[in-house]
């Protein structure tokens, strides 16, 4: 079958909603990386910050499941053979054309809004035994925990930072081997898609 | 005979190394218990802070001076040789400690700095207990982010 870039239409693949949550929550994780290494002792706006991203990914979530096609979990979460046969055809120099996410895709994008649950509930748990920026939670779930936690959350923040260098890594994989660019679709939300 | 001479010469030889054993120790524990004590006294303002625990102006300043006599004592002597992470058991003081030994008095320093007239700052009203509280603690987590183990 000969199924080149012609037969791929246009569409709009990611909806406003998603795009800005998608914008709002790079810019807030990196500041708030930045802020948990080099901002002020006093942590306060680093726990705002973190709030925010806590109502961004409730919203990931719900979008997930009532969101546009794209956006949902049904429909970009796949099953292991979808993600092996998409592997082999990985480095074929030529775009994915994928209608939102690749199966592979999908699984850097799970394990993002993961790693940033894990920071959140970590976060909110800590105990740094400084007596200035204890977690809201970290009265309820026990010392021993709330101090575990600390470590938890720095180790947290260095895989999110591995996951983001995954996630800009495969963009410009894309971007230079397979001639695809999948940030324009991620500002305007139009994408060349074949298939579904 | 040999007997005495070989008790002899393992309790010369090993006496040392008992009694350096016991100075970790010591240390480790003294020093524990200075951290415990600035953390009990922490614990009355940040109470006092939150308003979780009554504001009483003479308790306040208690805590607060407490602190700064605390943060008169030469607590990097409690730091010896071989009692890091991982030489000794419950030991959370990263090796950092040894190799930059300027910058962890400079971090102890800006916490003898922040408590000076800490016993003072505190008086006058509930209001005042958390700028004084977020000075402190403010140095306690700038030390534990570099020499603490996470
Ligand atoms: C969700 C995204 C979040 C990210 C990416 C993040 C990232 C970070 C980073 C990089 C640090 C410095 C840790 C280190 O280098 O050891 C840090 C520290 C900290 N964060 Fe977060 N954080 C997030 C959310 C939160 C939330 C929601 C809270 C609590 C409400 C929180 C509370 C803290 C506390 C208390 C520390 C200080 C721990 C310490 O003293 O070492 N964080 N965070």
Redesign the interface.
């Given at each position: 079958m000969s199924a080149g870039p012609e037969h791929a239409r246009r569409v709009r693949v990611w909806d406003p909603a998603l795009r800005m949550f998608h914008w709002s929550l790079a810019a807030l994780v990196i500041a708030n990386i930045l802020l948990g290494k080099f901002g002020p002792n006093v942590m306060t706006l680093h726990f705002w910050l973190g709030y925010a991203i806590i109502a961004l990914l409730v919203f990931r979530l719900v979008w997930g499941f009532i969101g546009p096609e794209p956006a949902r979990f049904g429909s970009f979460l796949r099953g292991p053979s979808a993600i092996a046969d998409y592997g082999t055809h990985l480095f074929r120099r030529q775009p994915s054309h994928s209608h939102g996410h690749n199966p592979i895709g999908a699984i850097s994008a799970l394990a993002m809004l993961i790693a940033l649950g894990w920071q959140a509930v970590t976060g909110l748990m800590s105990d740094p035994e400084d007596f200035v920026n204890i977690g809201p939670l970290a009265d309820n779930v026990g010392s021993a925990t709330a101090k575990a936690a600390v470590g938890w959350h720095h180790a947290g923040a260095n895989l999110v930072l591995i996951l983001i260098g995954l996630h800009l890594a495969a963009i410009l994989f894309y971007r230079v081997w397979k001639n695809e660019d999948l940030i324009r679709p991620m500002i305007t939300g139009w994408k060349w898609v074949r298939g579904r | 005979m040999r007997l005495i001479a070989l008790t002899a010469t393992l309790a010369t030889t090993l006496l040392p190394v008992l009694a350096h054993a016991d100075a970790a120790e010591d240390a480790l524990e003294a020093r524990h218990g200075y951290m415990k004590m600035l953390?009990l006294n922490?614990?009355t303002?940040?109470g006092m802070a939150k308003g979780e625990i009554a504001y009483d102006e003479a308790a306040a300043s208690k805590a607060g001076s407490n602190i700064e006599a605390l943060s008169g004592y030469a607590v990097a002597d409690l730091f010896i040789e071989g009692t890091a992470m991982g030489e000794v058991d419950d030991s959370e003081a990263l090796p950092a400690i040894w190799e930059n030994p300027d910058q962890f008095a400079q971090k102890f320093a800006a916490l003898s700095e922040a408590a000076a007239g800490a016993g003072e700052a505190v008086k006058g009203g509930q209001e005042n207990v958390a700028p004084a509280?977020?000075k402190?603690?403010?140095?306690?987590?700038?030390c534990?982010d570099d020499f603490r183990?996470?």
């Amino acid at each position: 079958m000969s199924a080149g870039p012609e037969h791929a239409r246009r569409v709009r693949v990611w909806d406003p909603a998603l795009r800005m949550f998608h914008w709002s929550l790079a810019a807030l994780v990196i500041a708030n990386i930045l802020l948990g290494k080099f901002g002020p002792n006093v942590m306060t706006l680093h726990f705002w910050l973190g709030y925010a991203i806590i109502a961004l990914l409730v919203f990931r979530l719900v979008w997930g499941f009532i969101g546009p096609e794209p956006a949902r979990f049904g429909s970009f979460l796949r099953g292991p053979s979808a993600i092996a046969d998409y592997g082999t055809h990985l480095f074929r120099r030529q775009p994915s054309h994928s209608h939102g996410h690749n199966p592979i895709g999908a699984i850097s994008a799970l394990a993002m809004l993961i790693a940033l649950g894990w920071q959140a509930v970590t976060g909110l748990m800590s105990d740094p035994e400084d007596f200035v920026n204890i977690g809201p939670l970290a009265d309820n779930v026990g010392s021993a925990t709330a101090k575990a936690a600390v470590g938890w959350h720095h180790a947290g923040a260095n895989l999110v930072l591995i996951l983001i260098g995954l996630h800009l890594a495969a963009i410009l994989f894309y971007r230079v081997w397979k001639n695809e660019d999948l940030i324009r679709p991620m500002i305007t939300g139009w994408k060349w898609v074949r298939g579904r | 005979m040999r007997l005495i001479a070989l008790t002899a010469t393992l309790a010369t030889t090993l006496l040392p190394v008992l009694a350096h054993a016991d100075a970790a120790e010591d240390a480790l524990e003294a020093r524990h218990g200075y951290m415990k004590m600035l953390a009990l006294n922490m614990g009355t303002l940040s109470g006092m802070a939150k308003g979780e625990i009554a504001y009483d102006e003479a308790a306040a300043s208690k805590a607060g001076s407490n602190i700064e006599a605390l943060s008169g004592y030469a607590v990097a002597d409690l730091f010896i040789e071989g009692t890091a992470m991982g030489e000794v058991d419950d030991s959370e003081a990263l090796p950092a400690i040894w190799e930059n030994p300027d910058q962890f008095a400079q971090k102890f320093a800006a916490l003898s700095e922040a408590a000076a007239g800490a016993g003072e700052a505190v008086k006058g009203g509930q209001e005042n207990v958390a700028p004084a509280l977020q000075k402190l603690g403010g140095t306690c987590k700038d030390c534990h982010d570099d020499f603490r183990k996470k």
